[in-house]
T-cell receptor, first 114, second 113 residues
Framework: DAGVIQSPRHEVTEMGQEVTLRCKPISGHNSLFWYRQTMMRGLELLIYFNNNVPIDDSGMPEDRFSAKMPNASFSTLKIQPSEPRDSAVYFC????????????FGDGTRLSIL | DQQVKQNSPSLSVQEGRISILNCDYTNSMFDYFLWYKKYPAEGPTFLIS?????DKNEDGRFTVFLNKSAKHLSLHIVPSQPGDSAVYFC????????????FGTGTRLTIIP
């Protein structure tokens, strides 16, 4: 079974540039989550969607961050403009909303902003 | 304000012995708890979960215990194997729906052959 697929796996870009991270959830899953992992704050939830609709974006750090889910098989997390403090590993996860079903994580995108 | 705490950053255990990883939480609204395992350069992988209506859940070599009055949970791995060497994260959800997860900072477990 294909898991959650994230691209790119690594991204290095200069401060001020736009960054777009991509995620393809597991087929049939109807919830999608974006997380960020840093040394200082650990793994924290940024935003999540149910049936392609954003439910809670209280974890999004600033207006420079935005996320979309145009269909059930694709989501993007965009940072514009990017700053060095955005450097982190960004994970996408998906789950089926049946009771007890866990979140399944992708392997992450390591983002470095110079 | 860290609502889920894993106070041991690292733990070393000999192969074949029991590994015990601990997690404390402060938010009384949490009612569903999970453990994830993470290898380097990979995403977290779900291990085991427990609802607040239970105090124990077992799956093969992995058992999770929940003490609601102490706001404490633990993961027992027995017997420990070299492949268990990884970072283990405790997570909690307030909704029972396994959606808005709050993660601990992780414990790096090393199994010594």
């Amino acid at each position: 079974d294909a898991g959650v697929i994230q691209s790119p796996r690594h991204e290095v870009t200069e401060m001020g540039q736009e960054v777009t991270l991509r995620c393809k959830p597991i087929s049939g899953h109807n919830s999608l989550f974006w997380y960020r992992q840093t040394m200082m704050r650990g793994l924290e939830l940024l935003i999540y969607f149910n049936n392609n609709v954003p439910i809670d974006d209280s974890g999004m750090p600033e207006d420079r961050f935005s996320a979309k889910m145009p269909n059930a098989s694709f989501s993007t997390l965009k940072i514009q403009p990017s700053e060095p403090r955005d450097s982190a590993v960004y994970f996408c996860a998906s789950r089926h909303r049946a009771p007890g079903q866990p979140q399944h994580f992708g392997d992450g995108t390591r983002l470095s902003i110079l | 304000d860290q609502q889920v705490k894993q106070n041991s950053p690292s733990l070393s255990v000999q192969e074949g012995r029991i590994s015990i990883l601990n997690c404390d939480y402060t938010n009384s609204m949490f009612d569903y708890f999970l453990w994830y395992k993470k290898y380097p350069a990979e995403g977290p992988t779900f291990l085991i979960s427990i609802s607040s209506i239970k105090d124990k859940n077992e799956d093969g070599r992995f058992t999770v215990f929940l003490n609601k009055s102490a706001k404490h949970l633990s993961l027992h791995i027995v017997p420990s194997q070299p492949g268990d060497s990884a970072v283990y994260f405790c997570a909690a959800s307030p909704e029972g729906g396994n959606e808005k997860l709050t993660f601990g900072t992780g414990t790096r477990l090393t199994i010594i052959p």
